[in-house]
Nanobody, 125 residues
Framework: QVQLAESGGGLVQAGGSLRLSCAASGRTFTGGTMAWFRQAPLKEREFVAAISWTGSSTKYTDSVKGRFTISRDNAKNTVYLQMNSLKPEDTAVYYC??????????????????WGQGTQVTVSS
């Protein structure tokens, strides 16, 4: 099993920044795609961003393009989500996810195999 642990959430004012981290442990795998999803109150979970193993391929949902950046450090088994110019509508629980075989396109459309517990991000207006 792969365990994923998110950190870095919190309360920030609109226009501010946060950086989320997700550390993988357990049966970590090479070649896997990692991603971030989020779920706001009373809304369905939505895809936010994904990154391939090498980092050469990334994908973002339209609402965060130009504001969020996903990156990874494979030596540390960690993926990051740098969030800038935050808006109140970015308020949600953010979940890290990983899959050993899905591409960034597939992980944005289908449920990955492994999930973290989530970290709360609250953006005040």
């Amino acid at each position: 099993q792969v365990q994923l642990a998110e950190s870095g959430g919190g309360l920030v004012q609109a226009g501010g920044s946060l950086r989320l981290s997700c550390a993988a442990s357990g049966r970590t795998f090479t070649g896997g795609t990692m991603a971030w999803f989020r779920q706001a109150p009373l809304k369905e979970r939505e895809f936010v961003a994904a990154i391939s193993w090498t980092g050469s391929s990334t994908k973002y949902t339209d609402s965060v393009k130009g504001r969020f950046t996903i990156s990874r450090d494979n030596a540390k088994n960690t993926v990051y989500l740098q969030m800038n110019s935050l808006k109140p509508e970015d308020t949600a629980v953010y979940y890290c996810a990983a899959d050993g075989t899905m591409s960034v396109l597939f992980i944005s459309q289908y449920d990955p195999s492994y999930w973290g517990q989530g970290t709360q991000v609250t953006v005040s207006s």
